[in-house]
Antibody, heavy 119, light 110 residues
Framework: EVQLVESGGGLVQPGRSLRLSCVAS????????MHWVRQTPDKGLEWVSG????????HYADSVKGRFTISRDNAKNALYLEMDSLRPEDTALYYC????????????WGQGTQVTVSS | DIQMTQSPSSLSASVGDRVTITCQAS??????LNWYQQKPGKAPRLLIY???NLETGVPSRFSGSGSGTDFSFTINSLQPEDFATYYC????????????FGPGTKVDVK
């Protein structure tokens, strides 16, 4: 089955770190750009970060720039998000998302992993 | 940064109704606009890409139009399974470096 499965979410104190992982199945992972998108009831959907198929191009939302690092391991069909200096406003459901990579749209989403930042 | 607004934020409709949602960008985004449907507890699902192109497998009652700063999304003859929240999404360039989602429009039962 074509799917994305996230893991690594949880409850973490402000200022601490957390690493999210996403494993892809049944598609040629190395051909596609990938993203992390988060969602909260208050702020809705927010694109967090994206990485090109070969990791040459990486982009971040201003809200996470300098604190979050996206990476991928094409040999393992895996996408990662290293989140440092976490803040309460980073609390959200984090989705791993596949980019169709022209035309540009998000055509496969994981089920999401919840990150809660609280003392 | 490009800001996206959607209207209305919510609407009530009946099965068989025609529903239209608008999305406005704070600056010209050409045709770089996608539409997604999200049901409670589920991830978003792509319906329309590049303003007016229907994703494979999506029923033809869904359509999109517009370019520049003003876009619209229409459901002709609303079906029971269409009650959901709809989001527009813009991207900034080819290839994109940034994406922004609209705040969403919740379509519920009248």
């Amino acid at each position: 089955e074509v799917q994305l499965v996230e893991s690594g979410g949880g409850l973490v104190q402000p200022g601490r770190s957390l690493r999210l992982s996403c494993v892809a199945s049944e598609f040629t992972f190395y051909d596609y750009a990938m993203h992390w998108v988060r969602q909260t009831p208050d702020k809705g959907l927010e694109w967090v970060s994206g990485i090109s198929s070969n990791s040459d191009n990486i982009h971040y939302a201003d809200s996470v720039k300098g604190r979050f690092t996206i990476s991928r391991d094409n040999a393992k069909n895996a996408l990662y998000l290293e989140m440092d200096s976490l803040r309460p406003e980073d609390t959200a459901l984090y989705y791993c998302v596949k980019d169709n990579s022209y035309p540009y749209y998000f055509d496969l989403w994981g089920q999401g992993t919840q990150v809660t930042v609280s003392s | 940064d490009i800001q996206m607004t959607q209207s209305p934020s919510s609407l009530s409709a009946s099965v068989g109704d025609r529903v239209t949602i608008t999305c406005q960008a704070s600056q010209d985004i050409s045709y770089f606009l996608n539409w997604y449907q999200q049901k409670p507890g589920k991830a978003p699902r792509l319906l329309i890409y590049d303003a007016s192109n229907l994703e494979t497998g999506v029923p033809s009652r869904f359509s999109g139009s517009g370019s520049g700063t003003d876009f619209s999304f229409t459901i002709n003859s609303l079906q029971p399974e269409d009650f959901a929240t709809y989001y527009c999404q813009q991207y900034d360039d080819l290839p994109p470096t940034f994406f922004t989602f609209g705040p969403g429009t919740k379509v519920d039962v009248k």
